[in-house]
């Protein structure tokens, strides 16, 4: 297991943008898929992008293809998550997740976690 540190979530109006960072904290995850889920208040956790360690696989959610982006340079340890577009039903605690991509886009439970930034959009 990676610990894991997200940073970037705020308050944004519609239409704004956000970039979310995560990295691990005393460790390199260049062998290592990353991903990123979300969970508003009342509802399941959901899944919203993926990337793989070469980043040559992206998966993103239908709720957010065309508005959000997902990269990662493997050089500083990071991958990011580009919003745009935000609406508010994007408002929600957003986790970034390690693993294998099996575990991370096809079974949907990563053993690897972060606290989570919360990304809140305004009408």
């Known amino acids: 297991q990676v610990q894991l540190v997200e940073s970037g979530g705020g308050l944004v109006q519609a239409g704004g943008s956000l970039r979310l960072s995560c990295a691990p904290s005393?460790?390199?995850?260049?062998?290592?898929?990353m991903g990123w889920f979300r969970q508003a208040p009342g509802k399941e956790r959901e899944s919203v992008a993926a990337?793989?360690?070469?980043?040559?696989?992206?998966y993103l959610a239908d709720s957010v293809k065309g508005r959000f982006t997902i990269s990662r340079d493997n050089a500083k340890n990071t991958v990011y998550l580009q919003m745009n577009s935000l609406k508010p039903e994007d408002t929600a605690v957003h986790y970034c997740a390690a693993d294998d991509w099996n575990r991370l886009v096809v079974v949907r439970a990563p053993r690897s976690w972060g606290q989570g930034t919360q990304v809140t959009v305004s009408p």
């Open positions: 005393g460790r390199t995850f260049s062998t290592y898929a």
């Open positions: 990337i793989s360690w070469s980043g040559g696989s992206i």
